[in-house]
């Protein structure tokens, strides 16, 4: 069925959400089906999230990165941007692709290429919120692997793009 353990209290990574605490399991009727629903809390968005256990594996539900594969988030977000000269519209649809994938790697380059130093030219609305997003999702899971809090977490990710 399931290729993850998914245990009571267990922080897990939701694709479109981030990363979440698993509150429990219950059983519901959902137009007359038993089903059994895993419970995962998403405290930051107050939001709670029913997945029927029979789709966790297609859901993209995962357990936390491991620190190698943080480690290279962090080293992406190092280098140079790699931001393309392609219109607004299409890049925002790539980036939404990249963070809804929930894979670290994936958000490092979006935070990478839509990150701006104070000498840098100013960013529209929709670039900060996107930038925001996907710096958050990485933040927060990686405070979650290095066991920190995520005020610590955002200031070492933010070294490390100072280090680019």
């Known amino acids: 069925?399931?290729?993850?353990?998914?245990?009571?209290?267990?922080?897990?990574?939701?694709?479109?959400?981030?990363?979440?605490?698993?509150?429990?399991?219950?059983?519901?009727?959902?137009?007359?089906?038993?089903?059994?629903?895993?419970?995962?809390?998403?405290?930051?968005?107050?939001?709670?999230?029913?997945?029927?256990?029979?789709?966790i594996d297609s859901s993209g539900l995962?357990?936390?990165?491991?620190?190698?594969?943080?480690?290279?988030?962090?080293?992406?977000?190092?280098?140079?941007?790699?931001?393309?000269?392609?219109?607004?519209?299409?890049?925002?649809?790539?980036?939404?692709?990249?963070i809804n994938s929930g894979d670290p790697l994936s958000i490092a380059q979006v935070v990478r290429d839509l990150h701006r130093s104070t000498a840098q030219s100013e960013q529209s609305y929709s670039e900060r919120q996107i930038y925001q997003v996907a710096l958050d999702r990485l933040m927060r899971e990686y405070a979650a692997i290095e066991k920190i809090d995520e005020e610590k977490a955002l200031e070492k990710l933010e070294e490390a793009m100072q280090a680019a």
């Open 1 to 55: 069925m399931t290729h993850i353990a998914l245990e009571e209290g267990s922080l897990v990574v939701y694709p479109a959400h981030g990363v979440g605490r698993v509150v429990g399991f219950e059983q519901q009727t959902i137009a007359g089906v038993e089903l059994r629903v895993v419970m995962i809390a998403f405290e930051k968005d107050k939001l709670t999230l029913r997945l029927p256990v029979n789709r």
């Open 62 to 98: 995962r357990t936390l990165s491991s620190q190698e594969k943080m480690n290279e988030a962090i080293k992406t977000l190092k280098t140079p941007s790699r931001a393309r000269r392609m219109m607004w519209s299409r890049r925002a649809q790539e980036y939404e692709t990249k």
